[in-house]
């Protein structure tokens, strides 16, 4: 039993170890080298062009990795000028819909992707500031293709076709992604993307497999913001939950995602800790709000499965 534990603890270990330095050569020296040559955002935006590529490429293959670099600049550039805003909430229905469109072939997934991009893109003040989000977008894309073809990512990676109707997946995918956006907005969130967020994540399994994944995401969210977030903020100081927000985060990724509540439970405390010192709500504001963002997500995904069953008959 003691055997067995050691082992468990040092394969966490290693894939810890190895994810701290994925992180660091795909995040950390990207982020570095865009804010000393032009500042934040292109800070922000260089390691996450970077990241989209290289995990498309890998999944997906370059060829669709590459496709996608165009609506990730022009869609990053708009929702960069617009994030939290009314405006944005089109921006981003517009993109889970093209998403959409292509579900029945199988190529939806860099699209999805892109759309989660799309939706946590962080605002920038003025336009010259979005332009400067937007090029070092598709700079970061651009050498994440180039570290890709050197980490032998295929070519080309055929998928399963799911079948339906395009025209319905794009205009259900694209209202409910929206509606997502909009409630967050109306609701006068500092973190609007979290409904819509919810919506594409959940969206990305087989549509028989929503009701189970969403009641997981449910499951899991609540033991975060109600066990895990509250036993940590009553024995952890205020200064170090960001410190210990990225430790269970990548505790969170470093082990086995299954069960599927487990690994939301410790990633939605991760988020909550991470966020909260810089939150002007408070760690109870911000789990709070994480936790009806899932309930509305789950609601909104689960509408929109079945409205895509009802036409699909």
Known sequence: MAGSKRAATAVVSSRAGRLVVVLTMLVVVPAVIGTLVAGPSAGAALPVGVVVSVLCSMTYGRR?????????????????????????????????????????????????????????????????????????????????????????????????????????????????????????????WERAYWVPLTIVVLGQVERAE????????????????????????????????????????????????SPYWRFVALLTAGVVLLLTPASGGGIDGIALERFWATVLGVAIISAAVALVGAFER
């Open 64 to 188: 669709a990795a590459l496709g996608c670099v165009p609506l990730l600049v022009v869609a990053g550039f708009l929702a960069a000028l617009t994030a939290g805003t009314w405006p944005w909430v089109v921006v981003i229905g517009v993109v889970a819909g093209i998403a959409g469109w292509a579900v029945p072939s199988g190529r939806s997934g860099p699209l999805a992707v892109i759309t989660l991009i799309v939706i946590t893109v962080p605002g920038q003040p003025d336009v010259e500031s979005a332009v400067v989000f937007a090029g070092f977008l598709g700079l970061g894309a651009a050498l994440g293709l180039a570290l890709a073809a050197r980490m032998h990512a295929p070519e080309e990676v055929e998928r399963p076709r799911r079948g339906g109707r395009p025209l319905v997946y794009m205009a259900v995918s694209g209202v409910a992604v929206a509606i997502g956006g909009a409630l967050g907005v109306a609701l006068g």
């Open 210 to 257: 929503v009701p189970g994944r969403a009641g997981a995401r449910l499951l899991g969210t609540m033991v975060g913001v109600v066990i895990v977030v509250p036993l940590v903020a009553a024995v952890v100081p205020a200064g170090a939950l960001s410190v210990l927000g990225v430790v269970v985060m990548l505790v969170a990724l470093s082990i086995d995602p």
